[in-house]
């Protein structure tokens, strides 16, 4: 694997990050996760406009978007595969220890590793935790994900892919890597942005291709939704078949939204 690090492809057992980064020490990051398939990258725009709404929304400087593109290209060609996972890693650079910024300037890294497709229909659970739709990372992706490795770590010990949210006023709010909806009635749902769920880049599309309604919703819905999708860079729409120990039969809607956002997708690669 070659990886683009700070100027440059570097081959991944030479690439090198300084232990005092700011990505490491303190979380002070922003990163995306764009699908590529064949060789090329998905929604590469939408993925590099909320690279740099993060960044602003933690107070790093810009990225170069110009330059993470050249990135995205040579480590995409660097390293070919049918579908992959390509990660772009902004940080806060180099900087002293303790929750201080350095001024030597912010690190990129980004690196491209092969996936497969999702199968079709998985299992979710909830979870305990909350979302805080008021705190002062809420809304960007950023790289202090810990919280979600603790959440989906419960999940895989329970036999799912997923665990989900509530806000800290019991609403709906999102997973670990991913948007929730569902359908109530033979309508799609999915609680919006003040919910304080991620702007899901997929989630997006979800919405216009589908046209589903961003609606406040309880977080008890999931046990009384007639059918439950997730969202995501590499789930795209995927179904969902139990929520805890509730089973459910992927219906009808979630199989014609699927359906609609493949058909899209494979129209236009830059949506």
């Known amino acids: 694997m070659k990886i683009w690090l700070d100027g440059a492809l570097q081959e991944h057992d030479e690439a090198r990050v300084s232990v005092l980064d700011h990505g490491l020490t303190v979380g002070d990051g922003v990163f995306e996760t764009v699908k590529t398939v064949e060789g090329r990258a998905f929604a590469l725009t939408r993925h590099l406009d909320r690279l740099a709404r993060s960044a602003r929304g933690l107070g790093l400087p810009e990225p170069d978007l110009d330059e993470v593109r050249r990135a995205c290209a040579a480590v995409i060609e660097a390293n070919p595969v049918a579908l992959g996972r390509l990660r772009i890693t902004y940080t806060g650079g180099i900087s002293p220890l303790g929750s201080d910024r350095g001024d030597v300037g912010q690190t990129l890294v980004v690196a491209l590793g092969e996936t497969a497709r999702r199968p079709d229909s998985t299992a979710v659970i909830t979870v305990p935790w909350t979302r805080?739709?008021?705190?002062?990372?809420?809304?960007?992706?950023?790289?202090?994900?810990?919280?979600?490795?603790?959440?989906?770590?419960?999940?895989?010990?329970?036999?799912?892919?997923?665990?989900?949210?509530?806000?800290?006023?019991?609403?709906?709010?999102?997973?670990?890597?991913?948007?929730?909806?569902?359908?109530?009635?033979?309508?799609?749902?999915?609680?919006?942005?003040?919910?304080?769920?991620?702007?899901?880049?997929?989630?997006?599309?979800?919405?216009?291709?589908?046209?589903?309604?961003?609606?406040?919703?309880?977080?008890?819905?999931?046990?009384?939704?007639?059918?439950?999708?997730?969202?995501?860079?590499?789930?795209?729409?995927?179904?969902?078949?139990?929520?805890?120990?509730?089973?459910?039969?992927?219906?009808?809607?979630?199989a014609k939204a699927m359906r609609v956002f493949d058909e899209r997708a494979a129209d236009d690669l830059d949506p």
Not at 216 to 223: K, T, Y
Request: net charge negative; aromatic share 4%; hydrophobic share 40%.
């Open 132 to 254: 805080n739709e008021r705190g002062a990372l809420t809304g960007l992706k950023t790289t202090s994900y810990a919280e979600n490795v603790v959440a989906l770590a419960r999940a895989h010990e329970h036999g799912a892919s997923e665990a989900l949210f509530a806000n800290t006023v019991d609403r709906l709010c999102e997973g670990t890597g991913s948007n929730v909806f569902v359908v109530l009635d033979g309508e799609i749902h999915t609680p919006p942005v003040a919910s304080g769920c991620l702007a899901g880049i997929t989630r997006a599309l979800a919405v216009e291709w589908t046209g589903a309604k961003e609606t406040d919703l309880p977080f008890e819905v999931l046990s009384e939704a007639d059918e439950i999708f997730l969202t995501s860079t590499l789930r795209d729409i995927q179904a969902v078949h139990r929520v805890d120990d509730r089973e459910l039969a992927p219906g009808p809607v979630t």
